[in-house]
């Protein structure tokens, strides 16, 4: 691993333990900055990929809580029997 890849893994380190809403308010800031155009491009170019890791970790998040959703299933008569794996398809 380059030193600049070493560099990158580092200072992404932290978004593995990052809650999904900070990780989200963090990855929504990247987005408005780099939308008003005014960050250096070297800056730019790195808050980018911040950015990106921060969308990988929000995903993988989402993912958890959606395996762990359940459905209420209702039986014949309407009333509720239990419950069933959401049906994310």
């Known amino acids: 691993m380059t030193d600049a890849a070493q560099?990158?893994?580092a200072s992404h380190?932290?978004?593995a333990a990052l809650p999904f809403e900070r990780a989200l308010q963090e990855l929504e800031t990247i987005?408005?900055?780099l939308e008003r155009g005014d960050v250096p491009?070297?800056?730019s170019i790195a808050i980018?990929?911040?950015g990106e890791?921060?969308?990988i970790r929000c995903e993988a998040l989402l993912k958890q809580a959606?395996?762990?959703?359940?459905?209420i299933a209702l039986g014949a008569d309407g009333r509720p029997r239990?419950?069933?794996p959401l049906d994310a398809g």
């Open 7 to 9: 560099a990158q893994a």
């Open 13 to 15: 380190a932290d978004i």
């Open 31 to 33: 987005v408005q900055r």
């Open 41 to 43: 491009l070297e800056e």
């Open 48 to 50: 980018y990929e911040r």
């Open 53 to 55: 890791a921060l969308k």
């Open 66 to 71: 959606e395996m762990k959703i359940e459905k």
């Open 82 to 84: 239990g419950t069933e």
